[in-house]
């Protein structure tokens, strides 16, 4: 089974093409580090083997490639895609912990959710919860599990949404705090621990963005940003957002997980289990992140075309 293996000082990042992945993947090239990059689709990694990253492509469900895949590297960086079905997750998180004990990997940074303490009833982050608890039971294995905050990136869904209906809606409570992070931090937050290798055993890190914010603030935040101050929120029953989000084509009983999620959320559930500190807070704000990346994709061409 596990067999002794001598690093070749690779870092495996998988979703790479992805928000987190991306942020790892260059954030390690840049410092001259190996990386392989791993995806299914070879076209959306050439951005990396550019910089001098090795393409690998397999699908996050077969165990045989991954442990190929993570055979002699340094550290991974392990998360999940976004949930199709519950089933799904559990089916990419065997594969995932099944390659890491295979391949004897010794460090790994997996990313989380906050409230991954949580076992059932929150939707993908149960899947979560689960993958941690795989991955946990593997002896030999050191593993940070970063709990990441709700992403800002959510709210560039909204998009369409604000140029149509000149609304920003979800099914969250309007005045409900949450903790909100930009996935650029944490990307920086995982890479940084990936080059130090500073964990050992099983931990975990929750990453609760700068601050909490309500729905109701952080449209006024995005509204401001925009420069479209009529800007609103609306909190839209469940079983629209669900039909929504099957509109998105997003499956069915992904859709499903999502209400979930929201419900959990909603009920105060799904929250951190540490308070606010410097340790769990990280730079940018959600001003920041309008600035940056929401603004520009809201006055973008892909949008009003
Ligand atoms: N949204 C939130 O608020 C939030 C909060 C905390 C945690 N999370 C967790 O964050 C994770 C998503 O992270 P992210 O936003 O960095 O990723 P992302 O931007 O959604 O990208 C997903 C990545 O996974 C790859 N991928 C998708 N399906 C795959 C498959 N079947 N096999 C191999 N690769 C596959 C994609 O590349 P290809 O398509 O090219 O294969 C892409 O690189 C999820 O586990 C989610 O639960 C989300």
Same mark, same amino acid.
């Given at each position: 089974?596990?067999?002794?293996?001598?690093?070749?000082?690779?870092?495996?990042?998988?979703?790479?093409?992805? +928000?987190?992945?991306?942020?790892?993947?260059?954030?390690?090239?840049?410092?001259?580090?190996?990386? !392989?990059?791993?995806? %299914?689709?070879?076209? !959306?990694?050439? %951005?990396?083997?550019?910089?001098?990253?090795?393409?690998?492509?397999?699908?996050?469900?077969? =165990?045989?490639?991954?442990? +190929?895949?993570?055979?002699?590297?340094?550290?991974?960086?392990?998360?999940?895609?976004?949930?199709?079905? %519950?089933?799904?997750?559990?089916?990419?998180?065997? =594969?995932?912990?099944?390659?890491?004990?295979?391949?004897?990997?010794?460090?790994?940074?997996?990313?989380?959710?906050? &409230?991954?303490?949580?076992?059932? &009833?929150?939707?993908? $982050?149960? &899947?979560?919860?689960?993958?941690?608890?795989?991955?946990?039971?593997?002896?030999?294995?050191?593993?940070?599990?970063?709990?990441?905050?709700?992403?800002?990136?959510?709210?560039?869904?909204?998009?369409?949404?604000?140029?149509?209906?000149?609304?920003?809606?979800?099914?969250?409570?309007?005045?409900?705090?949450?903790?909100?992070?930009?996935?650029?931090?944490?990307?920086?937050?995982?890479?940084? !621990?990936?080059?130090?290798?500073?964990?050992?055993?099983?931990?975990?890190?929750?990453?609760?963005?700068?601050?909490?914010?309500?729905?109701?603030?952080?449209?006024?935040?995005?509204?401001?940003?925009?420069?479209?101050?009529?800007?609103?929120?609306?909190?839209?029953?469940?079983?629209?957002?669900?039909?929504?989000?099957?509109?998105? &084509?997003?499956?069915?009983?992904?859709?499903?997980?999502?209400?979930?999620?929201?419900?959990?959320?909603?009920?105060? $559930?799904?929250?951190?289990?540490?308070?606010?500190?410097?340790?769990?807070?990280?730079?940018?704000?959600?001003?920041?992140?309008?600035?940056?990346?929401?603004?520009? =994709?809201?006055?973008?061409?892909?949008?009003?075309?």
């Amino acid at each position: 089974m596990v067999s002794p293996v001598v690093s070749n000082g690779v870092y495996v990042i998988l979703g790479a093409s992805g +928000n987190t992945g991306s942020i790892i993947a260059n954030s390690l090239l840049s410092k001259g580090e190996k990386v !392989r990059v791993m995806g %299914r689709d070879p076209g !959306r990694l050439q %951005r990396f083997v550019g910089k001098g990253a090795e393409a690998f492509t397999a699908d996050m469900s077969d =165990a045989a490639a991954l442990t +190929n895949a993570f055979s002699g590297a340094r550290a991974a960086y392990l998360m999940l895609p976004p949930a199709k079905s %519950r089933k799904n997750q559990e089916r990419e998180s065997d =594969a995932i912990a099944k390659a890491v004990k295979e391949s004897g990997l010794l460090y790994a940074v997996h990313l989380s959710s906050y &409230g991954a303490q949580v076992p059932e &009833g929150t939707g993908p $982050v149960a &899947g979560l919860h689960s993958s941690e608890q795989k991955l946990n039971a593997i002896s030999g294995l050191n593993v940070l599990h970063l709990r990441a905050a709700y992403f800002m990136e959510n709210s560039l869904a909204a998009i369409g949404m604000i140029h149509w209906m000149g609304l920003l809606g979800n099914a969250l409570l309007p005045d409900l705090k949450l903790p909100m992070i930009a996935t650029r931090d944490v990307g920086n937050y995982a890479a940084q !621990r990936l080059l130090h290798l500073d964990f050992s055993g099983k931990q975990t890190r929750e990453l609760l963005g700068e601050r909490d914010l309500s729905m109701t603030e952080a449209t006024a935040v995005i509204a401001r940003g925009i420069g479209h101050p009529d800007l609103r929120y609306e909190q839209f029953p469940y079983d629209q957002v669900q039909q929504v989000l099957t509109q998105m &084509g997003i499956p069915p009983k992904g859709a499903a997980l999502y209400i979930e999620m929201y419900k959990a959320i909603n009920a105060g $559930v799904l929250v951190p289990l540490e308070p606010r500190s410097p340790e769990n807070t990280t730079p940018t704000s959600l001003e920041n992140f309008v600035q940056d990346v929401f603004a520009a =994709a809201y006055h973008g061409p892909a949008i009003s075309a």
